[in-house]
């Protein structure tokens, strides 16, 4: 069983920064396996955020957060860098890992693994 803790969450002004992590007891989990962040609002779908295979060579941003989030990885957590956070960033961030090949490693919710969830609240 894959577990995932998200921690970073918070409360910030629009134009602020947060970086969230999620941290997994192995870093064995991350190996040949797709990560990713997706959130989510109450009451809306899910949206996916980010996608990067192990190797971190490629790395896939949602349009809505291209330029302004950074995903990066060391050992056996994985970093989600938020910079100029704006109000319609605000929602439940889940990192999540599964075992889609490199080509299925794309933007998305569906993942097989997912953590508990950090809230992050952008006031205007």
């Known amino acids: 069983q894959v577990q995932l803790t998200e921690s970073g969450g918070g409360t910030v002004q629009a134009g602020g920064s947060l970086r969230l992590s999620c941290a997994t007891a192995?870093?064995?989990?991350?190996?040949?396996?797709?990560m990713g962040w997706f959130r989510q609002v109450p009451g809306k779908e899910r949206e996916g955020v980010v996608a990067?295979?192990?190797?971190?060579?490629t790395t896939y941003y949602s349009d809505s957060v291209k330029g302004r989030f950074t995903v990066s990885r060391d050992k056996n957590t994985i970093y989600l860098q938020m910079t100029n956070l704006q109000p319609e960033d605000t929602a439940t961030y889940y990192c999540?890992?599964?075992?889609?090949?490199?080509?299925?490693?794309?933007?998305?919710?569906?993942?097989?693994?997912r953590g508990q969830g950090t809230q992050v609240t952008v006031s205007s």
């Open positions: 999540a890992v599964d075992r889609a090949p490199f080509g299925r490693c794309q933007v998305r919710t569906d993942f097989e693994y």
């Open positions: 192995s870093e064995y989990t991350f190996i040949n396996r797709c």
């Open positions: 990067v295979y192990s190797g971190g060579v």
